[in-house]
C-alpha cells in the first residue's frame, strides 16, 4: 500500500516537473523521504509529500514557481540537525522537503573584517576547516549540537553560542533569499550599493527587512554573511563551584556585575546545575534508581563527591591581549571571592595537559577525574572556536548504552529522546530560584530528570536550557515527555519565563498565547505566499 502511494506521489505533475529538474536521484516520495528525514529526537511523526535535494539558488527558484502552480507545500532545511526542535521535520502535515545540505559553498570571505559568505550547507567543520586551510585567525560560531550542524541555520534559528559573539542572529550582517513566487530577495543597501558595503552594517537601509528571515518561512535564505570573532591573543578559562543551593543567588548577581563590568572580554558564562554536569561527565546510574525511576538526592549527593561536582557549577570564558584578560581575571575573581569554591582558571593548553595527566590515576577515582578532565579540555576547545561533540552526548544520557563510536552522532537515527525548553529568565536572583524550583517540581513527577544551564545573554537575561530525556522506544515515556513539554511552556509563562525558540510540536501555542502578533505574522505571510505554501505553521 506504502509503495504504491510512493508511486502515485511520483507520477504526480509536481513530482514529474521536479524530477525533470533535479534528476530522479534527488528526488524522494513519501517512504523514502520519511526513511530519510522522519527520525526526529522529540518523537513527534509528520507525513511527508517526498523530499528534493538542491544544489542551487536557481534550482529552488524553480522548485518555489513548480510548487505554487501545483500547490504542494514546502518546507526547507540545511542539514536536518535541529536535535530537541523537531530534527528535519516540518511544523505542518503532507509537505515536500527541500534539502539545502549540497548547497556547501563559501562564497566569500573578508580578511581584514572577518566577515564570510555562506550557503546553507555550510556546517560548523566546514568553517573551521576552510579558516585553517586559509590560515584565517578567527573563531567559529559554534554551538553545542555538534561539527555537522548548518552555520546558518543555526543563525536564523536565533542560536547562540559561547565565543565572544555569542548571539548569532545578531553577527549575520547581510542575507540572500528566494521568496515564495521565486523571486529573490537582498537587502536594500546590498542592491542599491553593492555587497561589499552591505555585508559590513547589518541595519542597511529603510526598514529592517533581513530579520523577517529569521524563525520564519518567509522566504528561503540561500546565503548570509556573518561577522566572526577574531581568535584572541589569550583565551583563559574559568570554572568554579557554588557549594550550596542557597549561594545560587550571589552566583546570579556575580553574573551580572562581570558581565556589566567586563563587556567584550568576556564571553557567555554558563551555570550549570549538579544533574547537567554529571550528564556531561558520568554515566547514567541506572542500578541505583529510586521507585520513581529517578536518580535518589543521596545517590546524586554521592557522584558528586565522586565527580567534584558541586550542586552548581560556573562556566565563564575571558578572551583579548594578555594584559586584558589578566585584569579581567582579577576583575572576576574579586566577584566569586565569598560564595565561589574551586575557583580554577585555565588556558586549553593547560586542560589538555591535566586530561593527559588523569589518565595515569588508575581506579575509581581516575575515572572519575578521566571524565571531568576529558570534558573540561573538550569545553575548551569549543570555547575557542573549534567545533567538537562535547555536549551531543547529552541526547544519549538516558538511553541505554554508549553513544556509537565514531565521530558521527545523529540523536535522530540513534533513537535518542530530546526535546528542548529554552525560555528567557530575568538575571535576577528571586526569578532564578523561583524557575530552578519550578522546573524541579514540573518535571520530577514526570519521571524527567531536572537538568538546567543558565547562559547569560548580556547582563538582563539568561537564556535556560533543559533537555527533556526520555526513552522514545516507550510510548509511555513519550507522552510524558511532551506533558512535560507542555506545562513547562504553559506554567512558566504564568511564571513570567517563556522560551526564545520552541520545539515543533509546541508551535501552535504561539496563536493560544499570542493571538494578535500570530495574527499580525499570518497577514505578513499571506503577502508573500497567499496560499500558505511554504514552512506551514511554523511561528505563526
Given at each position: 500500500?506504502?509503495?504504491?502511494?510512493?508511486?502515485?506521489?511520483?507520477?504526480?505533475?509536481?513530482?514529474?516537473?521536479?524530477?525533470?529538474?533535479?534528476?530522479?536521484?534527488?528526488?524522494?516520495?513519501p517512504?523514502?523521504?520519511s526513511?530519510?528525514?522522519?527520525m526526529?529526537?522529540t518523537?513527534?511523526q509528520?507525513?511527508?509529500?517526498?523530499?528534493?535535494?538542491?544544489?542551487?539558488?536557481?534550482?529552488i527558484?524553480?522548485?518555489?514557481?513548480i510548487?505554487?502552480?501545483?500547490?504542494?507545500?514546502l518546507?526547507?532545511?540545511?542539514?536536518?540537525?535541529?536535535?530537541?526542535?523537531?530534527?528535519?521535520?516540518?511544523?505542518?502535515?503532507?509537505?515536500?522537503?527541500?534539502?539545502?545540505?549540497?548547497?556547501?559553498?563559501?562564497?566569500?570571505?573578508?580578511?581584514?573584517?572577518?566577515?564570510?559568505?555562506?550557503?546553507?550547507?555550510?556546517?560548523?567543520?566546514?568553517?573551521?576547516?576552510?579558516?585553517?586551510?586559509e590560515?584565517?585567525?578567527?573563531?567559529?560560531?559554534?554551538?553545542?549540537?555538534?561539527?555537522?550542524?548548518?552555520v546558518?541555520?543555526?543563525?536564523?534559528?536565533?542560536?547562540?553560542?559561547?565565543?565572544?559573539?555569542?548571539?548569532?542572529?545578531?553577527?549575520?550582517t547581510?542575507?540572500?533569499?528566494?521568496?515564495p513566487d521565486g523571486?529573490?530577495?537582498?537587502?536594500?543597501?546590498?542592491?542599491?550599493?553593492?555587497?561589499?558595503?552591505?555585508?559590513?552594517?547589518?541595519?542597511?537601509?529603510?526598514?529592517?527587512?533581513?530579520?523577517?528571515?529569521s524563525?520564519?518561512?518567509?522566504?528561503?535564505?540561500?546565503?548570509?554573511?556573518?561577522?566572526?570573532?577574531?581568535?584572541?591573543?589569550?583565551?583563559?578559562?574559568?570554572?568554579?563551584?557554588?557549594?550550596?543551593?542557597?549561594?545560587?543567588?550571589?552566583?546570579?548577581e556575580?553574573?551580572q556585575?562581570?558581565?556589566?563590568?567586563?563587556?567584550?572580554?568576556?564571553?557567555?558564562i554558563?551555570?550549570?546545575?549538579?544533574?547537567?554536569?554529571?550528564s556531561?561527565?558520568?554515566?547514567?546510574?541506572w542500578?541505583?534508581?529510586?521507585?520513581?525511576?529517578?536518580?535518589?538526592?543521596?545517590?546524586?549527593?554521592?557522584?558528586?563527591?565522586?565527580?567534584?561536582?558541586?550542586?552548581?557549577?560556573?562556566?565563564?570564558?575571558?578572551?583579548?591581549?594578555?594584559?586584558?584578560?589578566?585584569?579581567?581575571?582579577?576583575?572576576?575573581?574579586?566577584?566569586?571571592?565569598?560564595f565561589?569554591?574551586?575557583?580554577?582558571?585555565?588556558t586549553?593548553?593547560?586542560?589538555?595537559?591535566l586530561?593527559?595527566?588523569?589518565?595515569l590515576i588508575?581506579?575509581?577515582?581516575?575515572n572519575?577525574?578521566?571524565?571531568?578532565?576529558?570534558?573540561?579540555?573538550?569545553?575548551?576547545?569549543?570555547v575557542?572556536?573549534?567545533?567538537?561533540?562535547?555536549?551531543?552526548?547529552?541526547?544519549?544520557?538516558?538511553?541505554?548504552?554508549?553513544?556509537?563510536?565514531?565521530?558521527?552522532?545523529?540523536?535522530?537515527?540513534d533513537?535518542?529522546?530530546l526535546?528542548?525548553?529554552?525560555?528567557?529568565?530575568?538575571?535576577h536572583s528571586?526569578?532564578?530560584?523561583?524557575?530552578?524550583?519550578?522546573?524541579h517540581?514540573?518535571?520530577?513527577?514526570l519521571?524527567?530528570?531536572?537538568?538546567?544551564t543558565?547562559?547569560?545573554?548580556?547582563?538582563r537575561?539568561?537564556?535556560?536550557?533543559v533537555p527533556?530525556?526520555?526513552?522514545?522506544?516507550?510510548?509511555?515515556a513519550?507522552?510524558?515527555?511532551?506533558?512535560?513539554?507542555l506545562q513547562?511552556?504553559?506554567?512558566?509563562?504564568?511564571?513570567?519565563?517563556?522560551?526564545?525558540?520552541l520545539?515543533?510540536?509546541?508551535?501552535?501555542?504561539?496563536?493560544?498565547?499570542?493571538?494578535?502578533?500570530?495574527?499580525?505574522?499570518?497577514?505578513?505571510?499571506?503577502?508573500h505566499?497567499?496560499?500558505?505554501?511554504?514552512a506551514p505553521?511554523?511561528?505563526?
Amino acid at each position: 500500500m506504502q509503495q504504491t502511494h510512493d508511486t502515485n506521489s511520483l507520477t504526480d505533475q509536481a513530482f514529474e516537473a521536479w524530477r525533470d529538474l533535479l534528476g530522479d536521484g534527488q528526488v524522494d516520495g513519501p517512504q523514502e523521504a520519511s526513511r530519510r528525514y522522519g527520525m526526529d529526537t522529540t518523537g513527534s511523526q509528520r507525513r511527508l509529500a517526498g523530499a528534493l535535494r538542491v544544489v542551487t539558488e536557481a534550482q529552488i527558484q524553480q522548485v518555489l514557481r513548480i510548487a505554487n502552480q501545483h500547490g504542494r507545500r514546502l518546507h526547507p532545511i540545511s542539514t536536518g540537525r535541529n536535535w530537541g526542535y523537531g530534527t528535519a521535520l516540518p511544523s505542518g502535515q503532507d509537505c515536500t522537503l527541500i534539502d539545502l545540505g549540497g548547497m556547501r559553498k563559501i562564497l566569500h570571505f573578508d580578511r581584514r573584517f572577518g566577515v564570510v559568505t555562506l550557503e546553507p550547507g555550510v556546517t560548523q567543520e566546514d568553517l573551521a576547516r576552510f579558516l585553517d586551510s586559509e590560515g584565517l585567525p578567527y573563531l567559529v560560531p559554534v554551538t553545542g549540537a555538534g561539527p555537522k550542524c548548518s552555520v546558518l541555520a543555526n543563525a536564523l534559528e536565533r542560536g547562540y553560542g559561547v565565543t565572544p559573539y555569542t548571539d548569532h542572529f545578531g553577527a549575520v550582517t547581510d542575507l540572500r533569499a528566494v521568496m515564495p513566487d521565486g523571486r529573490l530577495y537582498q537587502g536594500m543597501l546590498s542592491e542599491a550599493a553593492g555587497p561589499e558595503l552591505g555585508r559590513l552594517f547589518r541595519w542597511g537601509v529603510g526598514a529592517y527587512t533581513q530579520g523577517l528571515f529569521s524563525q520564519s518561512g518567509i522566504g528561503i535564505v540561500t546565503q548570509i554573511s556573518i561577522a566572526l570573532a577574531p581568535r584572541p591573543e589569550c583565551l583563559m578559562a574559568c570554572l568554579f563551584s557554588v557549594p550550596r543551593e542557597d549561594l545560587l543567588g550571589a552566583a546570579v548577581e556575580a553574573i551580572q556585575q562581570a558581565n556589566q563590568r567586563l563587556g567584550g572580554t568576556l564571553g557567555a558564562i554558563n551555570l550549570m546545575n549538579r544533574h547537567r554536569m554529571l550528564s556531561m561527565s558520568a554515566p547514567y546510574p541506572w542500578d541505583h534508581l529510586g521507585p520513581d525511576g529517578l536518580i535518589p538526592s543521596a545517590v546524586l549527593e554521592e557522584m558528586g563527591r565522586r565527580y567534584h561536582i558541586a550542586p552548581w557549577t560556573g562556566f565563564a570564558t575571558l578572551y583579548g591581549s594578555r594584559r586584558m584578560v589578566r585584569a579581567a581575571q582579577d576583575e572576576l575573581r574579586s566577584l566569586l571571592k565569598g560564595f565561589a569554591t574551586r575557583v580554577l582558571f585555565i588556558t586549553p593548553q593547560r586542560a589538555q595537559s591535566l586530561a593527559r595527566l588523569a589518565r595515569l590515576i588508575p581506579g575509581r577515582a581516575g575515572n572519575g577525574l578521566q571524565r571531568l578532565t576529558g570534558t573540561l579540555a573538550k569545553s575548551l576547545e569549543l570555547v575557542a572556536g573549534r567545533p567538537n561533540h562535547t555536549a551531543l552526548p547529552l541526547a544519549y544520557w538516558r538511553k541505554r548504552g554508549e553513544p556509537p563510536a565514531g565521530s558521527d552522532l545523529d540523536p535522530g537515527q540513534d533513537g535518542c529522546g530530546l526535546m528542548w525548553y529554552a525560555p528567557l529568565v530575568p538575571m535576577h536572583s528571586d526569578a532564578t530560584r523561583d524557575y530552578a524550583d519550578f522546573v524541579h517540581q514540573t518535571m520530577r513527577p514526570l519521571g524527567i530528570e531536572p537538568l538546567i544551564t543558565f547562559t547569560s545573554l548580556g547582563d538582563r537575561l539568561f537564556d535556560s536550557t533543559v533537555p527533556i530525556l526520555f526513552d522514545r522506544a516507550d510510548e509511555s515515556a513519550c507522552r510524558r515527555a511532551e506533558v512535560c513539554l507542555l506545562q513547562l511552556v504553559s506554567k512558566g509563562r504564568e511564571r513570567g519565563f517563556f522560551p526564545y525558540r520552541l520545539p515543533i510540536s509546541a508551535m501552535g501555542l504561539l496563536r493560544e498565547f499570542a493571538p494578535t502578533a500570530s495574527e499580525f505574522n499570518r497577514r505578513l505571510h499571506q503577502l508573500h505566499d497567499p496560499s500558505d505554501l511554504l514552512a506551514p505553521e511554523r511561528y505563526r
